[in-house]
């Protein structure tokens, strides 16, 4: 049964294949030859060859099946009209001239809008009902061409279901397809903000160290030695971390360490304190769980905001406050310093970086100036994890 299916499934797709010109070419030679069969085997009992309006009428009607998919309404009534007069002689083989007509109204089923059918299918039933010798006649040609209009109407029904699935899943395919040209946006912009964190956070560290070390190679050594080992740890930290973020691009799934979480602030907090920025670092509440982006964002966060202090604020000492409450973590970051950069909405790239994160993770930013002292101040409200 299988091997069956098989094979009705094969020819059906080698058909389809075939251009439409000479299937229908070969559909009105297999009509000519059915309908021209009865004259050529049947002899005349009136004897001498059968009339050749017999003839004339079999291969008018079986013609206009080439034309049937571009000129369906005129192939039909050109199938029909002949077949109408194949009676008006007497010497001609006795069948019905229907195959023509049967095959063109189930065409006219398949392509043409519904008034246009229904008139045509009147018409065949009407014109058949006068045309035909009795009453059972009558009754098999309706019956018969009602089921070819039924069954041109069942194909054209199923080849709009498919064709609605196949641009379904047309659909579907691009909606995945720029879905994920969304994802690898949004992966190309966590990428390169992190470059950003890690770049700016590890040039500022040195940079500062830089410049502080040649003033105390003279007066303090040791604190000149302090400030170059503190400039060889904020690199090798920063080609670590580099090193973890770009193997994420590459094609090769390779060694991914893991990412840096709050559990490392107080390593980035004494990385600043190595470069002269005093600060203060305070936990309360109830630690709870985080979510692994939200974990990576809340560190990536306090870094780019210490990192923001080094490089314009020109702070000497900064505080880090977390804060847990029973749906979120605040993130309280301020500085004595005068400060260079404006408020959240317009600032620079490393406060946009701030709220893009904060906004990923459903959390929010803000950042300005100290309502009391000198200083700005960033405020961060990152989610909890679901329980």
Not at 213 to 222: N, R
Not at 318 to 331: H, K, N, P, R, V
Request: glycine content about 8%.
């Amino acid at each position: 049964m299988s091997d069956m299916q098989d094979l009705l499934t094969v020819l059906r797709r080698r058909a389809a294949a075939l251009p439409p010109t000479l299937v229908d070419g070969w559909l009105a030679a297999l009509v000519l030859v059915v309908q021209l069969w009865p004259l050529l085997s049947r002899d005349n009992p009136a004897g001498g060859p059968w009339h050749w309006w017999g003839y004339t009428v079999v291969v008018a009607s079986a013609v206009p099946l080439v034309w049937r998919r571009r000129a369906p309404v005129l192939a039909l009534l050109g199938s029909l009209i002949p077949s109408s007069l194949y009676d008006l002689v007497d010497e001609v083989a006795d069948q019905p001239i229907w195959y023509g007509g049967l095959v063109t109204l189930y065409t006219v089923a398949v392509i043409c809008p519904r008034r246009v059918r229904w008139v045509l299918l009147a018409a065949a039933l009407g014109g058949g009902m006068l045309v035909v010798g009795s009453s059972e006649t009558a009754l098999r040609g309706i019956v018969l061409f009602v089921a070819a209009y039924a069954i041109g109407r069942a194909a054209a029904s199923s080849r709009a279901h498919a064709a609605a699935l196949e641009e379904r899943a047309a659909q579907l395919a691009r909606e995945r397809e720029a879905e994920a040209e969304r994802a690898a946006e949004r992966e190309r912009a966590r990428i390169a903000r992190d470059m950003h964190d890690i770049l700016a956070h590890a040039v500022s560290v040195m940079v500062v160290q830089a410049e502080a070390g040649p003033v105390a190679v003279a007066t303090q050594p040791a604190r000149a030695v302090a400030a170059f080992d503190a400039i060889a740890a904020a690199g090798r930290d920063a080609m670590e971390q580099l090193r973890r973020l770009l193997n994420v691009l590459k094609e090769e799934e390779g060694p991914r360490g893991p990412q840096p979480t709050l559990a490392a602030v107080p390593a980035l907090a004494d990385q600043l304190r190595a470069a002269g920025l005093r600060v203060d670092c305070s936990n309360t509440g109830d630690p709870r769980p985080l979510s692994p982006d939200t974990e990576v964002a809340a560190y990536r966060i306090v870094q780019e905001a210490l990192t923001n202090i080094v490089k314009h604020a020109g702070a000497t000492s900064a505080g880090l406050a977390l804060t847990w409450q029973e749906d979120a973590l605040m993130i309280d970051i301020t500085d004595d310093g005068h400060g260079r950069e404006p408020a959240l909405p317009s600032g620079g790239n490393g406060l946009i970086g701030i709220r893009e994160r904060a906004a990923a993770c459903g959390g929010s930013a803000v950042a300005g100036p100290r309502e009391e002292g000198p200083g700005f101040q960033v405020l961060v409200r990152l989610p909890l994890a679901a329980s």
